[in-house]
C-alpha cells in the first residue's frame, strides 16, 4: 500500500508563487512515474504535470508551460511542483498520483489520463486571487 499527502497550498495574489510537495510512504519505488492533477470547482480533472521515474522526462499542461516545474527527490521520496506566475485560473485542488506500472515510458497523451494513475492523495487547496 502507498500513500500520498500533499501540502503547500494556500491563498495567494496573482502574481505570486506556491511549491506543491507531495511526500510517498509505504511501499514506494522511484520508478514510477509521478504526476499532479487539479480540479477547479465545477470542472472534471485535468492533467498538469508528470515526471518519469525512469529517465526524468517531463510534460505539462500547455497553460503552465513556462510557469510551473515538477521535480522529483527520489531520497525523501517526494515530488514537488514548483507554481510562479500563478493566475486565478490555476485556483484548483492538486492532486498528486502515482503511475500504475513502474518503469513506464512516459508518452504526453498517455500521461494525461487519469486512469492510469491508481494512487492518488486527498488534494490541497490552492486559491489565486485576482
Known sequence: QVQLVESGGGLVQAGGSLRLSCAASGRTSSNYAMAWFRQAPGKEREF???????????????SVKGRFTIS???????????????????????????????????????????QRYDYWGQGTQVTVSS
Open 48 to 62: 498538469v504535470a508528470v515526471i518519469s521515474g525512469s529517465d526524468g522526462r517531463t510534460y505539462y499542461l500547455d
Open 72 to 114: 522529483r527527490e527520489n531520497a525523501k521520496n517526494t515530488v514537488y511542483l514548483q507554481m510562479n506566475r500563478l493566475i486565478p485560473e490555476d485556483t484548483a485542488v492538486y492532486y498528486c498520483a502515482r503511475d500504475s506500472r513502474a518503469g513506464r515510458a512516459v508518452l504526453p497523451q498517455m500521461a494525461q489520463m487519469a
